[in-house]
């Protein structure tokens, strides 16, 4: 069987042929494009048709010659779905320009209140929308106009009604060109049935009735179906951007701001509505079964999966607002919602069940998705895709729709499975309220859970979201009997519930994502500064979901790529004012605080490893803030800063910890006139982007009294300032403690030759000669100002700043760093103290067993201090403990100081 005869055993086909055979050389040959349907619809009203009659002979020719393409293998899956959404949309646009024609000489043209002509737009749904459309596919459309008025009547001046009436008329005169059936049969059939209301609605809306609708009375799965929703016509409205109207009404319908884990209901009982309803159809019809579109593992599941995890993810990530499914499956696979092999074979399924629904309808031009029951169709059908036989088209078939539906349940959970100890399909240790769960409690928590028997916030809850309390509840007791948790963490969870119990979103998440609930409990039983982070930030807890996020390090360079992907992404989109910007910004960092947290909780991390992600976090933001800062400055005066951004302190000895401050030196080397001006207004610019509170709170505190003549200088100073001012050139030069901190600085942003500027200043401070009697003499005296500044009660012993502490043990190293540096250069090295006193004991500078022992008890220290801030205690303990770490550090100080 040749592949011209593969293509003619379609019943359509030979219909096609046989009706219009001296039309056929009328489209021309190849791949039909737009331009070619102009050609041939203007050829069939040359020859007397009308614009009904050549719309769908030039279809009838469209279909004919997609059939065989892609029988033949010479068009591809998109090639065929993008040739059918172009006819759709010249059909449309065709047949809404003459009817508008039409309508303007009996009425006249639509009017706004200003006196404007009001536009009329053909919203595409589905398929449509998407440029997806199968062959025999309807079209989901809704009708919207811009604004309500009254048409200017006709020439005489009578005819005059209002807009909406007219555009009414206009819906049912583009309705009868393009879906009514006639001699020639239709162009598309036509469904309304997704506008607002419904069949009951009325046939056109306006943009302030759709706005109103949707935010009062709009459904979740309203949500999914405007998701792929587009301006198909009129062309001139889409072109003139008239139609950014319509988008800005629709987005945050349906990109919510937060995530939004309620849609997972709404789409699975509007999935279990779907498949009833295919039950139905197939009921005593078993051939109806093999739904390729509807049934289990269908081409509908694998939009669901798609849809469903852009509609939850789409309001914090415009990159994931894309139409087109095969589209949007890498961009999930990019923003980590889904592994790159699993994309690829849905992809691969989706491609499959699509190529084998287009076959199906090829057969005879009908809107079916069921696999046939003759023999020689599906030997066709199985032809036509390469397969040998049919056996081997279903095998093929079966496998790509079992790893749909298990994906499918994955996300959206299969049927629930039996169990063995329950009574009316209810288990023994379940509840459905409060007063039935109470007893089931240990002590804490049924004293903890009792004060929500009345409590206003879940009285007020609504029954569906009171119904996910009582069953987020009733697992959390069931796995406090099993010890997977403890009794502290399930208090703890109702501490941190009770304030968000209004943002149902966060019930649902935790109850479509136990693995997230549990590791929620996990942290809230660990830690009271974890519990109160994602009391401010809760929308992180979702970072909790990945598989392997415990294991991950932070990706520098990755974060950063993703930041720019993001931005370039709301820039596309027209949503990139300088709020969303900062609330961006805010979300990455608290989400990416939030894994870092989890992951030392969970002991992955040591605390050296967590100040290193810490610090790397806070250099990357700083220079996106800084480029971007710079992007929207209205007084930049060229295109790449000359500036540049000096950390001192646990920021400059990438030491940061979880809410430190970050102590910051900026500087530029412009020579410029504008440059002063340009650059303090971009620092004021930047530091207010990452201290203002926005609604995702903010980022960090800043402190610049490091600068050059502290809170008394400028904000920002040149380079060669700085230099001078670090390096005692002039009369206004640094004092000591400037070049203690100093040893800890580093250039976090800048350009290379600056950055090499900054390391040679560095060097020279570090390395100047100094008088070590002296030098030693200032800095012990520094030491015991600090002591006078934070004094300690007595017998505590306070981690940092009693004697023995690590406040002695920094210092020690200031001390050694700066009067040692110019015969031993491997100390300039930014290494950090546990380093450099290793380093120092292998140079001589220390007593052997001296430096390695202050550095073990350095690392010791900062441990159970790391691990009392979590807990928010404070940070002293007994004097009897940490004694051998105490008499380390004071060995170190004798040998240097006394």
């Not at 090295?829 to 380093?835: C, M, T």
Request: charged share 25%; glycine share 6%; proline share 3%.
């Amino acid at each position: 069987m040749t592949r011209t005869l593969l293509a003619l055993h379609s019943r359509f086909a030979q219909r096609v042929r046989r009706r219009y055979a001296s039309q056929l050389h009328l489209l021309a040959p190849g791949l039909p494009t737009p331009a070619h349907l102009r050609t041939t619809f203007d050829a069939f009203q040359a020859a007397g048709q009308d614009t009904a009659s050549a719309l769908r002979m030039t279809r009838a020719l469209v279909l004919e010659r997609l059939l065989c393409l892609d029988c033949e293998g010479q068009a591809d899956l998109g090639e065929v779905t993008q040739a059918m959404t172009e006819l759709a949309e010249f059909a449309l646009n065709q047949a809404l320009s003459e009817v508008l024609a039409t309508l303007d000489e009996a009425h006249g043209a639509p009017l706004t209140d200003s006196g404007q002509r009001a536009d009329l737009w053909i919203v595409g749904m589905g398929k449509l929308g998407a440029r997806e459309l199968n062959v025999s596919s309807d079209i989901d459309l809704i009708y919207i106009y811009d604004e309500d008025g009254d048409t200017a009547g006709n020439a005489l001046g009578r005819g005059r009604i209002s807009n909406h009436e007219y555009f009414g008329k206009a819906v049912r005169a583009v309705y009868a060109l393009v879906g009514e059936t006639t001699e020639h049969g239709f162009v598309f059939r036509v469904d309304l049935a997704l506008r607002p209301n419904g069949n009951s609605g009325p046939a056109a809306v306006s943009l302030d009735a759709l706005e109103h609708y949707l935010h009062v009375q709009g459904r979740e799965w309203e949500r999914f179906a405007w998701l792929k929703s587009r301006v198909v016509a009129p062309w001139a409205s889409v072109h003139s951007g008239a139609v950014l109207a319509l988008r800005q009404v629709v987005m945050p319908f349906v990109f919510r701001r937060y995530l939004d884990y309620n849609v997972f209901d709404a789409l699975r009982l509007l999935h279990q509505q779907i498949r009833d309803h295919a039950n139905k159809r197939s009921a005593g019809r078993p051939e109806r079964a093999n739904d390729v579109k509807l049934s289990r593992g269908g081409i509908r599941e694998i939009e669901f999966i798609v849809q469903l995890l852009q509609v939850v993810r789409g309001g914090q990530y415009p990159e994931l607002r894309t139409r087109p499914t095969l589209s949007a499956l890498p961009r999930l696979v990019k923003a980590n919602l889904m592994d790159s092999d699993t994309a690829q074979a849905l992809a691969q399924a989706y491609t499959f069940l699509r190529q084998v629904e287009h076959r199906i309808q090829y057969l005879d031009d009908q809107q079916t998705h069921i696999l046939p029951t003759q023999d020689t169709d599906l030997a066709w059908i199985a032809s036509t895709l390469g397969f040998a036989s049919p056996q081997h088209l279903l095998a093929q078939l079966d496998s790509h729709r079992e790893l749909v539906a298990q994906e499918f349940d994955k996300l959206l959970g299969g049927g629930a499975p039996v169990c063995k100890g329950c009574q009316n399909g209810k288990s023994a240790e379940s509840a459905d309220t409060m007063s039935e769960l109470l007893p089931q409690l240990g002590d804490a928590f049924r004293q903890r859970l009792t004060s929500w028997v009345e409590h206003p916030r879940v009285l007020a809850l609504r029954e569906e979201a009171r119904a996910r309390l009582m069953r987020l509840l009733s697992r959390t007791a069931q796995w406090v009997r099993e010890n997977r948790v403890s009794e502290a963490a399930a208090v703890g969870l109702v501490d941190w519930m009770e304030p968000l119990l209004r943002r149902e979103s966060y019930l649902a998440m935790l109850l479509e994502r136990p693995n997230v609930h549990e590791r929620l409990l996990h942290l809230l039983g660990a830690a009271r500064w974890p519990a109160r982070y994602l009391l401010l930030h809760p929308g992180v807890i979702d970072e909790l979901a990945g598989a392997t996020m415990l294991d991950e390090r932070f990706d520098a360079s990755g974060f950063e790529a993703e930041l720019e992907h993001r931005h370039r992404a709301l820039q596309s989109a027209g949503e990139d004012d300088e709020e969303t910007l900062l609330n961006l910004l805010r979300r990455a960092h608290h989400a990416e605080v939030f894994r870092t947290l989890a992951r030392d909780i969970e002991g992955k991390l040591t605390v050296e490893q967590v100040a290193d992600d810490l610090s790397a976090l806070a250099d990357v933001l700083l220079r996106v803030s800084t480029r971007w800062c710079w992007s929207r400055l209205k007084t930049a005066h060229c295109q790449q800063p000359q500036f540049g951004i000096i950390a001192y302190g646990k920021l400059g000895g990438k030491e940061l910890g979880y809410g430190s401050d970050l102590d910051l030196v900026f500087v530029f080397d412009d020579d410029d006139d504008r440059a002063p001006e340009a650059y303090a207004n971009l620092v004021r610019k930047l530091i207010n982007w990452l201290t203002v509170k926005t609604g995702e709170g903010d980022l960090y505190e800043i402190d610049t009294a490091l600068r050059p003549n502290g809170n008394a200088g400028l904000l920002i100073t040149s380079f060669s300032s700085y230099a001078n001012y670090q390096q005692q050139r002039g009369s206004n030069t640094a004092w000591t403690w400037e070049h203690q901190a100093m040893t800890r600085a580093r250039c976090v942003l800048g350009d290379a030759e600056l950055r090499q500027r900054f390391d040679t200043v560095r060097t020279a401070v570090i390395t100047a000669e100094r008088d070590v009697e002296a030098l030693r003499l200032e800095i012990s005296a520094m030491r015991a100002r600090v002591d006078s500044a934070h004094p300690v009660k007595p017998g505590v012993f306070d981690l940092k700043f009693s004697q023995g502490g690590m406040m002695d043990a920094e210092f020690v190293m200031q001390f050694l760093v700066l009067s040692q540096s110019r015969q031993q250069p491997e100390l300039m090295v930014n290494a950090g103290n546990i380093a450099l006193l290793e380093r120092a004991e292998v140079l001589g500078l220390l007593p052997p067993g001296i430096g390695h022992a202050a550095a073990s008890a350095y690392r010791t220290l900062r441990q159970v201090q790391h691990r009392a801030r979590l807990n928010e205690a404070s940070g002293q303990v007994g004097p009897d403990q940490m004694q051998t770490e105490r008499q380390a550090i004071l060995a170190l100080w004798h040998v240097v100081f006394a």
